[in-house]
Structure formats: C-alpha cells, structure tokens
C-alpha cells in the first residue's frame, strides 16, 4: 500500500505539451471508504474489489484493524481487492492518529453504534477546505437514540438500543446520510430520511447494505426528494458480501479538466457515464468536444482546437446532479488558460479557494469575492513551484502545471494520494512530462 502519512514528496512537470492516448479509471474513493465502514456491522468476511490504492483507504483499514478486524490489504496493489473480517471486533475508541488524518472516519459512529452499541472518536481531520462541522452527523445519531457527549477533543456516543426514527435533515449532507443509513440498519424498526443525500455513493452504500442482508428502500421518492426508508434487522442477518466498487467519477472530472487545459485527445476507460451529466454539459459548452461510447463505458474529450475553449460566465457548486464541489478547483486551474471570464461560486464549503494564491503565482489573474471566484482566463501560465495544500487543490496544481510554460513543482503533493492512487502515472502514460521527485 501507499505510505500513510508521507508528504515530502513532490510532482515535477514541464507544461506546454497535449495529452493523447487511453487511460483507466480507478475506483471510487467516496464510495468505497463508507462501503469499509459498512463492514464493521457485518459479523463476517467481505470482499470489496476495485478499491483505489490511496492513503485514505490505508487510513480507514487502520482504524477497522484497531477495532479488531482483521484487514487482508495484500492483494490490494495488483488486483485492488480487500478482504475484511470482523467477527473478532471488540475495541470501542478510535486511535487519534487516524482519525485526526481523515473526515471520512466519522462514519464509522453509525456502524460501531450498530454493531457495539458504543464509539469514542476524536473530532476528525482531512483536508482544510473550510468549515467542516459534523453536527449533522450526531442530529442523525440522536434521533436514532444515541446519547452523545463530548470530553474535550472527544466525542462518545452510546445506545442500549437504536430505534428507527423520522430523521429531516436540514441540508442533504452526504456524510450524515450516510452515517444514518449505517445506525438505522440495525435499529429497531422503520427510519425514514427525508432530504438526504442523492450523491451516487449514497446509492452504492445502500446496494452494498443491501446484498448483505439490510432493508433498505430508496426507489421511487428517493431520486426526486431524498427519501430512504430503511427497516431494521436483526444483526444476525447480516452476512459477508463480494462487492465490487464504482469507478471514481471525480477522478474522470479531474482527467477531463486536464485534457482540456492541456489540450489533445484523451479516452478514458471504465467510467461512470451516467454520473458526470452536468461535469460533461459544462466542458462541452466551453468548446469542447466529448464522445460518449456506453456500451464501453468510455468517454474521449478531443480539445485540440484551442482557438474555440472559452469560459462559461457564471458556475457554481451544488449537490448531486449539479456541479461537484470536489471539481471546483480543477475546474479553476482549466479557466486560467480558457478565454473570457468565469465567475465560479462555492456553495458547499467556506474557504475552498485555497489554490487561488498559487494560481496567481503561475500568472493567473483571479480575484475572490465571498465565495466567488473571477477568472480573467486567457493568460500564459509559467510554471512555478507551487504547493498543495488539499486533496483536489493538489490535483488541480498539477492540472494548471501541464499547461504552464516550462516547469512546475507541485510540493506536498502527499495530499493528492489521498484521493488518486497514481496521478503521476496515469498523466505519463498520456504523453506528459511529468514524474516525482524527493
């Protein structure tokens, strides 16, 4: 596996040079760290594959391994699959270390409250993109029962008994939905969550809960209202799966955002047509031309023509189906180098615009306003060192690189493998000049 903590290394590439060729999809992040978590209410062996090789996975098999599970992580390099165990689960409080290291691991309260009927957990980390307050995610919990008090950096929450509950969140928080969805399977009786999440991994967790024994509606209200109905089950009746996880559609966006900076023809294999709908409206109303092949599940972006990208003038980041805030800043970097001008609202988290400042050491000319950014695109970026200071900020960084004059050093980039498990590789393998460096 990737090595969990390090970030001195850096991405080194000359710009200036266009993308051409086929590359793969890994598999979803968002998807599959939820879907790890799930494991814990499991009283057996699971089987995901098409896991991504990336440090938050490593993070989320170290937090299951310190509850007792037993991870098997050996085969996840070559044929990205992990087999979890946690029929010798036990231990109730979190280590620190991960925790700290990655938000995703509040989701783990819902399973261990399901599962043990007790968590401890310090607040958790991740990237810095704003405030990230998690009190969706104990509203959802409390109205499943759960007593929840805090000492110091810690959060304990505890249930003799879960029961269903009518939970109305008052923002479609995926991370609380999913947290949810985990304590009510197992709850004593019928939840219902109006206005949840309709992410596509809130989907994927509900299918995989499902294959293993859980009840759980989300047809019919659910695509149109956020809707989920879930009825509890007897622990016992949940069993072992073998699942495998969709294809990253972030990381899809972020490889589009790149050919179109770079310019060039570029496919891109094992992809998840359906979920990219307004991602793919938006580069094509840019200039941009896209081939869609379903029965392929592949997707080519031809950005050759540089005289025709020009920037949409107005953007802004919603819940799915909209445009994702994850792609927001590769979306920034692509702008620099399209012409006209953009104004890109942030609408899910504060101060995501952390990548500006470094933007416009490369050239480029951005002002903020609130939570709108105003790209004055068209401008030469020359490369520069750089450094990233989250997840897709890191990415965009290196997007920005492939179309600046001469070299940019992307520093830090050990937040980038949080999310893709080989960027430098997959952009080599289209042709750029581009590798890591110590």
Request: aromatic share 6%; hydrophobic share 40%; glycine share 10%.
């Amino acid at each position: 596996m990737t090595q969990f903590g390090r970030n001195d290394e850096s991405i080194r590439m000359e710009g200036k040079k266009p993308l051409s060729g086929r590359i793969q999809i890994q598999g979803s992040k968002n998807a599959a760290l939820p879907i790890l978590a799930a494991c814990m209410l499991i009283p057996g062996k699971c089987v995901l594959r098409g896991c991504p090789n990336i440090t938050d996975i490593e993070c989320m098999c170290n937090l299951l391994t310190s509850t007792g599970a037993e991870v098997d992580t050996k085969n996840l390099d070559t044929a990205h699959k992990i087999v979890i165990d946690t029929r010798t689960v036990r231990e109730r409080r979190l280590p620190e270390k991960y925790v700290s290291a990655m938000r995703s691991s509040v989701v783990l309260m819902g399973a261990m409250l399901g599962r043990l009927g007790e968590v401890c957990v310090n607040y958790p980390g991740g990237c810095v993109i704003g405030e990230r307050p998690i009190n969706l995610h104990l509203y959802g919990l409390e109205q499943l029962g759960a007593q929840i008090w805090t000492e110091g950096n810690h959060i304990h929450a505890y249930a003799d008994e879960l029961k269903g509950a009518v939970i109305d969140f008052p923002f479609p928080s995926v991370g609380a939905t999913q947290n949810a969805i985990l304590a009510a399977v197992t709850a004593q009786g019928t939840t219902i969550i109006k206005n949840a999440s309709r992410e596509p991994e809130v989907i994927e967790l509900c299918k995989f809960l499902n294959m293993a024994g859980a009840a759980i509606d989300y047809a019919g209200t659910f695509f149109k209202s956020g809707r989920i109905v879930i009825h509890g089950v007897e622990l016992s009746r949940l069993h072992g799966v073998d699942y495998t996880v969709i294809s990253d559609r972030i990381v899809a966006g972020t490889y589009l955002f790149a050919a179109l900076a770079a310019g060039g023809t570029v496919t891109l294999e094992n992809i998840p047509i359906g979920q990219l709908g307004r991602i793919c409206d938006i580069i094509t109303e840019m200039g941009v031309g896209i081939v869609v092949d379903e029965a392929h599940s592949e997707m080519t972006i031809n950005a050759c023509d540089r005289d025709r990208i020009k920037n949409l003038p107005y953007i802004e980041t919603e819940v799915y189906p909209a445009f994702p805030t994850d792609l927001q800043s590769p979306l920034l970097a692509a702008a620099c180098v399209a012409k006209g001008e953009l104004r890109l609202r942030e609408r899910i988290f504060s101060s995501r615009f952390r990548i500006v400042e470094e933007l416009k050491r490369m050239g480029a000319e951005i002002t903020v306003e609130g939570d709108t950014a105003i790209v004055t695109g068209g401008r030469e970026l020359e490369g520069r060192t750089v450094i990233a200071r989250e997840l897709r900020g890191g990415a965009a960084l290196v997007i920005a690189g492939l179309s600046a004059a001469g070299i940019t050093t992307v520093a830090d980039s050990g937040y980038i493998r949080r999310g893709y498990q080989d960027i430098v590789g997959d952009l080599a393998a289209l042709g750029a000049r581009i590798g890591c460096v110590e």
